[in-house]
């Protein structure tokens, strides 16, 4: 039942998002690799490189994971979202979590259908939580590639309803947005990048144009001193540094990525991402250097771990909890 004139509970449920394609080419992809950072540091990564190129041809650049967060978001208007039966005001909009499933790796070209869905919608007073789904598919095979949950933060439209049993809608597993605790332990790799004050101009070229990330006066009415970076281009940064300390180079062992923005971050800020491996699962936390706070924490599940770490590891996988002597990659502490 509606509770207020800026929400309507049944035209909310009952809203069909259209169905979209998105088709993408091997310099959509190489793109995107470079907005998130991909050979910033070094040119001629070997763990990177093959995101942007490949001495065969493009059609064998390979695809990061992450990407597929994008498949869906032409479906914004002007970067935020249309949902008749809920008022809010787009300028405040802010990105909250991005929970994904890779079902399969995804093609260096190819055309997706997504179908997007409402996952949940939550009145939390000061703001309203909307939780949209995206599953994509293969338009050529019709296999299921990834599903993607956005979860988007509506500062100001939260109140919607009685206060005293706020409005509380989900429809997926409780068990995919675990509550995550960090561990006080050392981090088991830490990986250092710096984003570029050019960043999000390079990041939004993906597809995410939401003012927010480019226009000046946008984002001072949205609180911030200048444009912020974009959580899924974080998002991309701190999964990068997974994919070199722990995956060693291979992103295809990665199953599951969860994250939520803790705070925002300002293009040419440096990301110190923290890693501690429990089992098959990494949990991660990406501070800001500069002001040394957490801007985005979550886990990323794997299939496997790549043969060198288990050999290295196997007699502590009994305790699903490794505590390294050591981190891995180069740049790690
Ligand atoms: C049409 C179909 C389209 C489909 C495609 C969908 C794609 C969607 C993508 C949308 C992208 C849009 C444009 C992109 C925008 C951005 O990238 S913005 C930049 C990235 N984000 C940020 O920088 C946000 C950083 N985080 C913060 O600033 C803060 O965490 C916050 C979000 C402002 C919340 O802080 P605060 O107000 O202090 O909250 P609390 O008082 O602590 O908590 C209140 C309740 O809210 C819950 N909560 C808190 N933070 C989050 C979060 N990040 N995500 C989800 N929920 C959050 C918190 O748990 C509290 O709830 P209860 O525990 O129940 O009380």
């Avoid at 490949?54 to 249309?82: C, K, M, R, W, Y």
């Avoid at 996952?119 to 296999?143: F, N, P, R, V």
């Avoid at 250097?289 to 050999?311: C, I, M, Y």
Wanted: hydrophobic fraction near 35%.
């Amino acid at each position: 039942m509606a509770e207020s004139s800026r929400f309507d509970h049944d035209l909310v449920l009952a809203h069909k998002f259209p169905e979209t394609t998105y088709t993408y080419t091997e310099r959509d992809a190489a793109v995107y690799a470079l907005g998130v950072g991909a050979c910033g540091r070094n040119a001629i990564d070997s763990d990177e490189l093959k995101y942007v190129y490949h001495e065969d041809g493009q059609q064998f650049v390979q695809v990061l994971p992450t990407f597929s967060a994008l498949f869906s978001l032409g479906s914004l208007t002007n970067g935020s979202i249309d949902l008749p039966g809920l008022q809010y005001d787009p300028r405040l909009l802010l990105h909250g979590q991005q929970y994904i499933q890779i079902y399969k790796p995804f093609p260096s070209s190819a055309s997706v259908i997504n179908k997007v869905s409402l996952a949940g919608l939550h009145d939390k007073g000061k703001a309203a939580i909307l939780e949209l789904e995206t599953k994509s598919y293969e338009k050529e095979s019709g296999e299921l590639l990834c599903m993607n949950r956005s979860t988007i933060f509506l500062r100001g439209a939260g109140g919607f309803s009685n206060s005293s049993h706020p409005y509380s809608y989900s429809n997926y597993p409780k068990n995919q947005a675990p509550a995550l605790k960090i561990p006080k332990s050392q981090p088991f790799a830490v990986f250092e990048d710096c984003t570029q004050p050019s960043q999000a101009l390079l990041y939004r070229l993906s597809g995410d144009y939401n003012p927010l990330h480019s226009d000046p006066m946008i984002a001072e009415v949205a609180g911030f001193s200048r444009p912020i970076l974009h959580g899924l281009c974080s998002l991309g940064f701190a999964v990068r540094a997974i994919i070199k300390c722990i995956c060693r180079g291979d992103a295809n062992i990665i199953k599951t990525i969860s994250g939520r923005f803790l705070l925002h971050v300002y293009p040419g800020e440096t990301l110190i991402t923290e890693m501690w491996l429990q089992g098959l699962r990494v949990i991660y936390q990406a501070k800001v250097k500069e002001r040394n706070q957490a801007v985005l924490s979550g886990f990323v599940d794997l299939h496997h771990l790549t043969s060198s770490l288990q050999l290295k590891y196997s007699s502590r996988q009994e305790t699903q909890e490794f505590h390294p002597r050591e981190a891995v990659g180069a740049e790690a502490q």
